[in-house]
């Protein structure tokens, strides 16, 4: 990129709330399902029809604000920006502009840079339309989809620290419980306002908006695109004009849309059908009591209180359902360097979003604890891990039904080891000469002595003690 000039780039991301119901009517809010099956008067804009306000939507973008650090507004005000398109049956959605619920607040970046929120507001998605051949036809049941609307300064200036903070307030949300952000559902869309300027300019350049950025790939080199294309533009002499446009994720360009509209050409006013919501202080300290530890905290706790490297913490906490997990282990047997090994190797391995973990936190701490009091080895629990993942189960039955679990002592395995060593003068001689050789010939003498319930890892020390005498 031309080393003259500077981007600044601003964010609007779109993240829909994980309620049970719509926002101002009780259709149900989930992904799939047939079209046009969850929709009633009121999120089809029927004349007449009377929003009702969901108190959980309110109250999960309060936790949203408190995620990111936003004051709360004591009270707030729901809008209507007015415009026709045709997966919006109203002609107009119910927003925030004045009165938003939170304020302020920002996210800081791995750089140090902190990147500072206009505001976070609710309002409802609209419907989808859906391209079939040259037809078009319209699915409803997105209408009326609790959304908040993340508002950043432009503080921005590459498309890395873009997706950085996208992936940062993706986490906040996850973790905090409030959406499930998954892009690829279209749940969190990002619309990115870029400008670029002469590198000491005072005045921002004029601006256009990318807007239904699904993926960070698709943030990444939209930005990259447009910031070229607009400094391109200058170097030949043109002006950049204000402008909405369409990011082709398949051709890798931005198209021209329509001339960009500000606030004002929608004509917000206040929603006659809806009261002034109050939010007291009581109720956001309640909220706050309630909200889960963000992933910057908790990998905190991991490091500081349980003494994990930084490499684990970064993994547990890479997803909610992982840092969950591995918190529920902790909190029935306090070993967290055992279950952040168990999780790293073992589950990462076969997890994945839609599968999830197929494996219950007591049943894997049941494993911890029969290996640590070695009353089971550890290939054997391995062994019960897969088992119970594949088919359920409960360890400890498991163990006993297989006959897993041991009775062997660590001296009556010493017993053991000495018998063998003393009737194996041959297998002694060749020591020296073939060491691995001698040591797996006893490991496995000591394996068909006790059927398999000797923990390897210890016949092996002992094994190893007796031939070095
Ligand atoms: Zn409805």
Redesign the pocket.
């Known amino acids: 990129m031309n080393k003259d000039y500077e981007v600044t780039i601003g964010l609007e991301i779109h993240a829909e709330l994980d309620t049970q119901s719509?926002v101002f009517?009780s259709?149900k809010n989930s992904f799939g399902a047939e079209p046009n099956t969850n929709?009633?008067p009121?999120?089809t804009g029927m004349p007449g029809a009377l929003p009702v306000l969901n108190k959980r939507a309110v109250e999960l973008t309060i936790m949203a604000g408190l995620a990111c650090d936003c004051e709360i507004s004591n009270y707030a005000v729901f809008e209507r920006k007015n415009y026709f398109y045709p997966d919006l049956s109203k002609a107009y959605q119910i927003s925030q502009l004045e009165k938003p619920i939170c304020v302020g607040g920002g996210i800081r970046l791995s750089s140090g840079k902190f990147v500072r929120l206009n505001r976070i507001h609710l309002g409802e998605d609209a419907g989808k339309l859906i391209h079939e051949f040259d037809q078009t036809h319209i699915d409803y049941n997105r209408g009326?989809v609790p959304l908040i609307e993340t508002v950043t300064e432009p503080d921005l200036s590459s498309a890395e620290e873009a997706v950085e903070f996208v992936n940062k307030l993706r986490d906040n949300f996850i973790f905090a419980g409030v959406a499930k952000c998954r892009m690829q559902e279209g749940g969190m869309r990002c619309d990115v306002n870029l400008s670029v300027r002469k590198k000491g300019s005072p005045l921002l350049g004029t601006r256009t908006e990318m807007k239904n950025l699904n993926s960070f790939k698709a943030i990444q080199r939209a930005i990259e695109y447009e910031a070229k294309r607009q400094i391109e533009a200058l170097e030949r002499g043109e002006k950049i004009v204000q402008e909405t446009r369409k990011w082709d994720d398949e051709k890798g360009v931005s198209l021209s849309m329509r001339s960009k509209e500000d606030s004002n050409d929608y004509r917000y006013f206040p929603d006659p059908d809806l009261l002034t919501v109050k939010i007291p202080e009581l109720t956001v300290q309640e909220l706050k009591k309630k909200l889960p530890l963000s992933p910057e905290k908790r990998r905190e706790l991991y490091i500081e209180s349980y003494g994990l490297p930084q490499y684990d913490a970064n993994l547990l906490t890479s997803s909610k359902e992982i840092s969950d997990f591995f918190d529920a282990c902790v909190a029935l047997l306090k070993e967290p360097k055992e279950f952040s090994n168990w999780i790293m190797t073992e589950i990462m391995k076969l997890y994945t979003e839609e599968v999830g973990i197929l494996i219950s936190a007591q049943n894997l701490a049941k494993i911890a604890e029969l290996i640590l009091t070695k009353k089971i080895t550890r290939q054997n629990g391995k062994q019960l891990f897969y088992e119970i993942w594949n088919e359920g189960g409960d360890a400890l039955e498991l163990a006993e039904k297989y006959g897993m679990l041991s009775s062997i002592t660590e001296s009556e395995l010493e017993g053991i080891v000495k018998k063998l060593i003393a009737e194996n003068a041959k297998a002694l001689e060749d020591y020296k000469s073939a060491p691995d050789k001698v040591i797996k010939f006893f490991i496995g003498g000591v394996m068909k002595e006790t059927k398999g319930k000797a923990d390897a890892q210890l016949a092996r020390e002992l094994i190893l003690r007796e031939l070095e005498r």
């Open positions: 719509k009517c259709c929709c009633c009121v999120c009326g």
